[in-house]
């Protein structure tokens, strides 16, 4: 592909994934490249990077854009509201990035947009106006804090509440790239002979600083094409997801409900927590989810767990252990915040309402999940969020509607569980990239009383 080529691609695939009910990066990504063999892996690799640095930068570049531009519209509206984007937004951003991220001159931008067959049209007069303005001028320190932290300006109250007023900080630590940490499977392994296996293919990893079964690799790595992952020593998994599914303390021969499973990544946690011993049951509403387990359960070799789909608390399958749990992980849908350095494109879709509607599913599913644990057992709600609504505020709701569970410090069951320092805590656990180097993860434990 031509530099043309390369940057016509990139607006085309802004077109698909900006609008609110697009498509994921991800998904967009891999669609437009399958249906384009011919593009070679370096092509791939530029495009992509230059589209996902666009969708981590988008408040900077978009404040740039109507500094140049004097169209305020282009921002937010004094509601925090933003408009769909327009047929042209894909391309003002592309320029703007190419100018402010990547550095190039007003010529170079032009060469690229040099009307070629396969490149976009020709730059207009006001678009080498705008470059000219884009090249010369930085974003101010006194820009708004949602410009600086490249989120929805709607989203700073709610960011805030979770975040604190370090929360520029917090969120331009969601900018750069995730790491890839992997999980050991303690059923098959241990870190040390995983290590060694990823380093006989190339792979080089380090420890993960909190979590005691995982490893965090060098740079990127093709690891599903090595031998530690396809004989199932590993497993790709965030350190903040390891952690959680660590401090719900499962132990060998125990009854442990899934509830929220999906694609059962914490479900083989659990498995290898417990050794194998006991029973895990996986639930999910989506069985498209739960059939992507039972591939990774084999290469695994867990044998403890048995998925199966229900259509909520009602369901016999989950009415069958009513007060029979010993742990009860509630890993709740969620806005996915925490994630937002993997999928950066969600920092522009989640909205005020979309936040409330996961408010109230949140609540309704720990109101279906609550009776299946025993007296004596335990809850753990986990969302891999950093808004406060969908936390702490939701384990302080719990504890108002449900006077027969009591809330557990986390910090104590790190203690049983973990062999690092605990982090500080207030009796639940936010982890943060900026804080911990992990995903965004909430941790709340609460235990059901004997009486």
Same mark, same amino acid.
């Given at each position: 592909?031509?530099?043309?080529?390369?940057?016509?691609?990139?607006?085309?695939?802004? $077109?698909?994934?900006?609008?609110?009910?697009? /498509?994921?990066?991800?998904?967009?990504?891999?669609?437009?490249?399958?249906?384009?063999?011919?593009?070679?892996?370096?092509?791939?690799?530029?495009?992509?990077?230059?589209?996902?640095?666009?969708?981590?930068?988008?408040?900077?570049?978009?404040?740039?854009?109507?500094?140049?531009?004097?169209?305020?519209?282009?921002?937010?509206?004094?509601?925090?509201?933003?408009?769909?984007?327009?047929?042209?937004?894909?391309?003002?951003?592309?320029?703007?990035?190419?100018?402010?991220?990547?550095?190039?001159?007003?010529?170079?931008?032009?060469?690229?947009?040099?009307?070629? *067959?396969?490149? /976009?049209?020709?730059?207009?007069?006001?678009?080498?106006?705008?470059?000219? %303005?884009? $090249?010369?001028?930085?974003?101010?320190?006194?820009?708004?804090?949602?410009?600086?932290?490249?989120?929805?300006?709607?989203?700073?109250?709610?960011?805030?509440?979770?975040?604190?007023?370090?929360?520029?900080?917090?969120?331009?630590?969601?900018?750069?790239?995730?790491?890839?940490?992997?999980?050991?499977?303690?059923?098959?392994?241990?870190?040390?002979?995983?290590?060694?296996?990823?380093?006989?293919?190339?792979?080089?990893? =380090?420890?993960?600083?909190?979590?005691?079964? $995982?490893?965090?690799?060098?740079?990127?790595?093709?690891?599903?094409?090595?031998?530690?992952?396809?004989?199932?020593?590993?497993?790709?998994? =965030?350190?903040?997801?390891?952690?959680?599914?660590?401090?719900?303390?499962?132990?060998?021969? *125990?009854?442990?409900?899934?509830?929220?499973?999906?694609?059962?990544?914490?479900?083989?946690?659990?498995?290898?927590?417990?050794?194998?011993?006991?029973?895990? %049951?996986?639930?999910?509403?989506?069985?498209?989810?739960?059939? #992507?387990?039972?591939?990774?359960?084999? !290469?695994?070799?867990?044998?403890?767990?048995?998925?199966?789909?229900?259509?909520?608390?009602?369901?016999?399958?989950?009415?069958?252990?009513? $007060?029979?749990?010993? !742990?009860?992980?509630?890993?709740?849908?969620?806005?996915?915040?925490?994630?937002?350095?993997?999928?950066?494109?969600?920092?522009?879709?989640?909205?005020? #309402?979309?936040?409330?509607?996961?408010?109230?599913?949140?609540?309704?599913?720990?109101?279906?999940?609550? /009776?299946?644990?025993?007296?004596?057992?335990?809850?753990?709600?986990?969302?891999?969020?950093?808004?406060?609504?969908?936390?702490?505020?939701?384990?302080?709701?719990?504890?108002?509607?449900?006077?027969?569970?009591?809330?557990?410090?986390?910090?104590?069951?790190?203690? =049983?569980?973990?062999?690092?320092?605990?982090?500080?805590?207030?009796?639940?656990?936010?982890?943060?990239?900026?804080?911990?180097?992990?995903?965004?993860?909430?941790?709340?434990?609460?235990?059901?009383?004997?009486?």
């Amino acid at each position: 592909m031509t530099p043309g080529a390369r940057v016509q691609s990139a607006i085309g695939l802004l $077109g698909e994934i900006l609008p609110s009910d697009g /498509p994921t990066a991800d998904a967009a990504v891999r669609g437009w490249f399958r249906a384009r063999r011919y593009a070679g892996s370096k092509d791939r690799a530029a495009v992509t990077g230059l589209v996902y640095q666009i969708l981590r930068q988008r408040g900077e570049l978009k404040f740039s854009l109507a500094d140049a531009s004097g169209v305020a519209s282009l921002v937010a509206d004094a509601s925090g509201v933003q408009a769909a984007p327009s047929s042209s937004a894909s391309r003002d951003l592309v320029i703007a990035a190419l100018v402010r991220i990547e550095g190039l001159s007003a010529d170079d931008v032009a060469a690229r947009f040099d009307g070629s *067959q396969y490149g /976009p049209t020709v730059l207009t007069d006001d678009e080498q106006a705008m470059i000219a %303005h884009l $090249g010369t001028a930085d974003t101010p320190d006194s820009a708004p804090d949602w410009v600086r932290g490249n989120y929805r300006q709607g989203l700073d109250a709610s960011l805030r509440a979770g975040l604190g007023d370090n929360v520029v900080a917090e969120m331009a630590a969601m900018i750069p790239r995730a790491s890839t940490d992997l999980r050991v499977n303690t059923l098959k392994s241990d870190r040390g002979a995983a290590q060694a296996s990823l380093d006989a293919d190339g792979i080089q990893s =380090d420890l993960t600083p909190l979590s005691p079964i $995982g490893l965090r690799v060098k740079g990127r790595a093709r690891i599903a094409e090595s031998v530690a992952f396809r004989s199932g020593l590993i497993e790709i998994q =965030d350190e903040g997801a390891q952690i959680a599914a660590l401090l719900v303390d499962a132990k060998p021969g *125990q009854t442990v409900v899934d509830y929220c499973a999906g694609a059962g990544g914490k479900s083989l946690g659990l498995a290898a927590a417990m050794e194998n011993s006991g029973i895990i %049951h996986a639930f999910d509403v989506n069985p498209g989810r739960l059939g #992507k387990s039972k591939a990774r359960f084999s !290469r695994s070799d867990v044998k403890c767990v048995i998925a199966q789909k229900i259509s909520g608390g009602d369901d016999p399958a989950a009415q069958a252990l009513k $007060g029979l749990a010993d !742990r009860v992980l509630v890993d709740a849908p969620c806005t996915g915040s925490g994630t937002w350095r993997r999928a950066p494109e969600g920092k522009w879709r989640v909205t005020e #309402k979309t936040l409330l509607e996961q408010v109230v599913g949140q609540r309704s599913i720990l109101d279906d999940a609550a /009776p299946l644990v025993r007296p004596g057992g335990r809850l753990v709600y986990v969302t891999c969020s950093i808004f406060a609504d969908e936390n702490q505020a939701q384990a302080d709701w719990f504890l108002e509607n449900h006077e027969n569970f009591q809330a557990i410090d986390v910090g104590k069951i790190w203690g =049983d569980v973990m062999t690092t320092p605990a982090p500080a805590t207030n009796g639940y656990l936010q982890l943060t990239p900026l804080g911990h180097g992990t995903d965004g993860f909430f941790v709340a434990v609460f235990e059901r009383n004997t009486e």
